[in-house]
């Protein structure tokens, strides 16, 4: 399809994270959806290991630099969502937890 015969939709913003290693899913398909959604206008974030295989990380220092990033993006990106619509994400992010289960559970 060409960028004139493409159906334009709406994406949320996107994180893509792959390996120059990845033995499975060649990393040159998450650079080519990357630059497709950048050049349709859409936000994206890509981050390539140089190092691990199918699962990114080759390492624990790259596994938890990879939930770093992971982390960071959703909290930029939901956080900034949820302050706007004046949501609480301490309440949020407490709901799951066992202190809330109790607290919900002797009320």
Known sequence: ??????????????????????????PGHARKMAARLREDGHEVAYYEFVDGGHGAAATNEQRAFLWALTLEFLWRKLGATAQRRGASLAIVASRGSAAARSAQSSA
């Open 1 to 26: 399809m060409t960028a004139m015969t493409r159906t334009f939709r709406s994406y949320p913003p996107a994180l893509l994270i792959t390996s120059t290693r990845d033995d499975r899913v060649h």
